[in-house]
Structure formats: structure tokens, C-alpha cells
């Protein structure tokens, strides 16, 4: 059973940083992909950053240059470094592994940004 664990999450004022973590287990984590996505209030989940097994990243245009994502294979865990972080940055972030096709969730860490 794929299980994933968030944490890092808090509160921080504007222009400040944080790292989340991700430490997955259950699955061949090397060879999985990777993503962070994030869901404010009142709006849907949306996919904030992501990276192959190769280590090609993607983000969100509302993100690019302030976040960066990365894993360490032999830890079993994704990051997700955030800087210049903006009030419009709060939410609940949630990790996501996708194995065999399926696609497995954590529960989620929550990000305040205060102005």
C-alpha cells in the first residue's frame, strides 16, 4: 500500500520560505512520477510542481522562479522549495505519487502566508 507523508507546512509572512517534504513508502519510489499540487479555499485542487523519475520538472506559471521541486530517490521523498512566498500562496498542499497508473494522495500540509 502506497503511503505518503507530508510535513513543513506553517505559517510564514510575505517574501519568506519554507520546504515541504514528502516521504513516500510502499512503492518503487525510484521509478514513480512525482507532483505537488495545492487547494485554497473555495478553488479546486490545482498541480503546483512535478518531476520524473529523471528528474524533468514542470510548475505552474503562477510558481516559476520561486519554487523549485526535487527528491532524493534514496530517501524515498520529494520537496518542494518555496520562496517569495505570496498571501495568494496559501493553501493546503498535497503530495501525489502515481504507481502502476493509479494515483495515490497524502493528506495534505498546510501553507499560510500572511501579508
Known amino acids: 500500500q502506497v503511503q505518503l507523508v507530508e510535513s513543513g507546512g506553517g505559517l510564514v509572512q510575505a517574501g519568506g520560505s519554507l520546504r515541504l517534504s514528502c516521504a513516500a513508502s510502499?512503492?518503487?519510489?525510484?521509478?514513480?512520477?512525482m507532483g505537488w499540487y495545492r487547494q485554497a479555499p473555495g478553488k479546486q485542487r490545482e498541480l503546483v510542481a512535478a518531476?520524473?523519475?529523471?528528474?524533468?520538472?514542470n510548475y505552474a506559471d503562477s510558481v516559476k522562479g520561486r519554487f523549485t521541486i526535487s527528491r532524493d530517490n534514496a530517501k524515498n521523498t520529494v520537496y518542494l522549495q518555496m520562496n517569495s512566498l505570496k498571501p495568494e500562496d496559501t493553501a493546503v498542499y498535497y503530495c501525489?505519487?502515481?504507481?502502476?497508473?493509479?494515483?495515490?494522495w497524502g493528506k495534505g500540509t498546510l501553507v499560510t502566508v500572511s501579508s
Open positions: 518531476i520524473t523519475r529523471g528528474g524533468s520538472t
Open positions: 510502499g512503492s518503487i519510489f525510484s521509478i514513480n512520477a
Open positions: 501525489k505519487e502515481r504507481d502502476m497508473d493509479i494515483d495515490y
